[in-house]
T-cell receptor, first 114, second 112 residues
């Protein structure tokens, strides 16, 4: 979805390096999410934010941190990258209704940690 | 949704045939379900959703069926086309304040 952009799209780094992945959205949504996807597995939630002052840990937050700089921006950091963090990373946004909370995804960042 | 580990189940269909992709969800309290399509190298794309007060919903060439008795969701694609080749996965949610839970996905391969 062009309304949700991620940079970089691909990154190769070495063990121990600090990496930041960035996400921007023009949908005007308050909620933003970071997921990782490993081959053959579903999406696993790393962190999420319901507004600029709200940060919550997801299922697999260890080794990651996030920053919600503005409504439109949500960045994910790997403080000291390790090889098992090699994965596809997706950012998503949502604007929940009374029942529904459809998430819209960015194109992903492929991260390789050597 | 159910995790299927390292190997995605694969559905192979002939172009023009109908496809049915299934999903068993885990939470009987879930009241909202979404089907996503993920093409190679791209992010998941919303296809269709359904609330738990419905058992069927139709979109363009797609139909979602919900069977709450057995916690089963299916996506039917009519007249499958090569462009439908992708991984499809379901997601479930119970009330808008909670997170979506994603299934592991099914790979659809369309043979010309």
């Amino acid at each position: 979805d062009a309304d949700v952009t991620q940079t970089p799209r691909n990154r190769i780094t070495k063990t121990g390096k600090r990496i930041m992945l960035e996400c921007s959205q023009t949908k005007g949504h308050d909620r933003m999410y970071w997921y990782r996807q490993d081959p053959g597995l579903g999406l696993r939630l790393i962190y999420y934010s319901f507004d600029v002052k709200d940060i919550n840990k997801g299922e697999i937050s260890d080794g990651y941190s996030v920053s919600r700089q503005a409504q439109a921006k949500f960045s994910l950091s790997l403080e000291s990258a390790i090889p098992n963090q090699t994965a596809l990373y997706f950012c998503a946004t949502s604007d929940p209704g009374l029942v529904t909370d459809t998430q819209y995804f960015g194109p992903g960042t492929r991260l390789t940690v050597l | 949704g159910e995790s299927v580990g390292l190997h995605l189940p694969t559905l192979s269909v002939q172009e023009g045939d109908n496809s049915i992709i299934n999903c068993a969800y885990s939470n009987s309290a879930s009241d909202y379900f979404i089907w996503y399509k993920q093409e190679s190298g791209k992010g998941p794309q919303f296809i269709i959703d359904i609330r738990s007060n419905m058992d069927k919903r139709q979109g363009q060439r797609v139909t979602v069926l919900l069977n709450k008795t057995v916690k089963h969701l299916s996506l039917q694609i009519a007249a499958t086309q090569p462009g439908d080749s992708a991984v499809y996965f379901c997601a479930e949610n119970y009330n808008a304040g909670n997170m979506l839970t994603f299934g592991g996905g099914t790979r659809l391969m369309v043979k010309p």
